[in-house]
């Protein structure tokens, strides 16, 4: 797997990549972020590899890709089904998967990482590709919740450190937050913002700051919602409705909550609270806090707020 990694990165360098700011990506992280990510720079004309440490979960990556470069080729090439199959073919043949991540850092522009958010265990994986990625080389995170400039202690190269926070479902999610730290280079920064739109995403800039944009303004709105009801002034139900009626919302807050994962939730308002013990916007919830550890985690178990 290791040299398939290396072929892939020699064969794709002299085509039409060339008119991308990056020529190969390494992707770390097989998980629905990281086969996200992978789909859509492959799908731009990027070389990607993508890692794991579980073959399994590459596998189960790669016919998620699949199955997801068929509903965007069935939309984007409705009338020309052999240009599709042929959309679909080109892209997956641009991803290596791979649980070797030195051998392909050894020889990527880009490192994007999408492990479990765990700041030791980022830590300990850019401690792993320092000594191997080229000097040109750029480390990114994808982490939603964690300061960046806390990974890149890890890291020798902060000026080419910063994060890339990409949104799920990444094939379908226009945005993205590209994060710079103090020691974030200029030059850095243009490469990512670039890299954005290489993707077809619309970035946005932020500073190293808690949440970034997005996280920051959700997570204590829909925080409120459940404060709301907990002092019992409104029900889940009546606040669903009139966020969606009122505000034009495409989701109310508690719809939201169960998307994204009452466990993601709590984690990263644990997180906040354990940093910025005073701020009120990240104090604990009790209904939260409650529904967690009944495992009514959301979509994803069959209840959280509501039952789906």
Known sequence: MANLCKTFVRSFATSAQRANVFNHVTVVGGGLMGAGIAQVAASTAHTVALVDQDHTILGKSMTSIQKSLYRVANKKFADKPAAGEQFVRDTIARIT????????????????????????????????????????????????????????????????????????????????????????????????LAFGKDMGKTTVSCKDTPGFIVNRLLVPYMLEAVRMVERGDASMKDIDTAMKLGAG????????????????????????????????????????????????????????????
């Open 97 to 192: 998967p791979t649980t070797s991540p030195i051998t392909c850092v050894a020889h990527t522009d880009l490192v994007i990482e999408a492990i479990v958010e765990n700041l030791e265990i980022k830590k300990n994986l850019f401690r792993e590709i320092e000594a191997v990625a080229p000097q040109h080389t750029i480390f990114t995170s994808n982490t939603s919740s964690l300061p960046i400039g806390e990974i890149a202690i890890a890291s020798k190269r902060k000026d080419r450190f910063a994060g890339l926070h990409f949104f799920n479902p990444v094939p379908m999610m226009k945005l993205l937050e590209v994060v710079r730290i103090p020691a974030t280079s200029d030059a850095t920064f243009d490469k990512l």
């Open 249 to 308: 919302y495409p989701m109310g807050p508690f719809e939201l909550s169960d998307y994204v994962g009452l466990d993601t939730m709590k984690f990263i308002l644990d997180g906040w609270h354990k940093a910025f013990p005073d701020n009120p916007l990240f104090k604990p919830s009790p209904l939260l806090d409650k529904y967690v550890a009944q495992g009514k985690l959301g979509n994803k178990t069959g209840e959280g707020f509501y039952k789906h």
